[in-house]
């Protein structure tokens, strides 16, 4: 009995000894700096029914009941990114993806998308995702892997709505940080 009570003992000890060093590396984690670093603008032109030529996003699914802020529907988008804030500016990539409201109380998005390079510059992508909580100032999006000149990359991309014309149109600055490049 006695040894076995020893026995316990010691592997408690060895769990707790284990786990205070997890917890100590843990708060020891630095914030590196970014490998990679660029801004994008992200414009997004809601199609309205006869501006085919124009618009770059439209409304696959409508809003349900649910609230008074849009829970439910779903953009799906193929958005031009340029290097400046002006729309008719060449794109450098494209965003390929969705966003759907999805809070009961407020304005509230989830993006999922793909920034597709496809140029003599840059070749690859950026697959990120994220919640878009619109009140806030600026919000964050992981980049959860790449392929091509981004092979196997992770980041973050920090958002900034810059503009919005009703559902028409809007505007996001887009700052892509990689902290894994290869
Ligand atoms: C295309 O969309 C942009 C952004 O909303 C707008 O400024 C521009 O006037 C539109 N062009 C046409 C031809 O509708
Ligand atoms: C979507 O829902 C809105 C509000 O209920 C309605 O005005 C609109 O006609 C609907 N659009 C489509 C494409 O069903
Ligand atoms: C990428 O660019 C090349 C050369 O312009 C073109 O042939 C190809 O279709 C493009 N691919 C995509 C996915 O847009």
């Known amino acids: ?4 009570v020893v026995k316990s003992c010691f592997i408690l000890f060895l769990f707790l000894v284990i786990s205070q060093s997890a917890l100590a590396t843990k708060k020891t984690l630095k ?4 490998c990679k670093q660029f801004t994008l603008y992200y414009h997004d032109n809601a ?8 618009a770059t996003s439209a409304i696959v699914i409508n809003e349900t009941k649910l609230g008074n802020f849009k829970f439910g529907k779903m953009y799906v988008f193929d958005d031009p990114m340029t290097k400046d804030e002006n729309f008719r500016s060449p794109p450098v990539a494209r965003a390929q993806g969705f966003y759907f409201y999805n809070m009961k109380t407020d304005y509230n998005a989830w ?3 793909t920034l597709v390079f496809n140029s003599t510059v840059t070749k690859g992508t950026l697959n990120i995702m994220g919640a878009d909580i619109m009140a806030a100032e600026t919000r964050d999006f992981s980049v959860v892997g790449g392929t091509g000149d981004f ?3 992770r980041g973050i991309v920090t958002i900034r709505t810059q503009t919005f014309e009703g559902a028409k149109y809007f505007r996001l600055k887009m700052d892509v940080k990689l902290y894994e490049c290869y």
């Open 47 to 54: 199609f309205t029914g006869n501006d085919v030529d124009n």
């Open 111 to 113: 993006f999922a998308y």
């Open 31 to 34: 914030q590196r700096a970014p």
């Open 151 to 153: 092979f196997m990359t």
């Open 1 to 4: 009995m006695a040894h076995f």
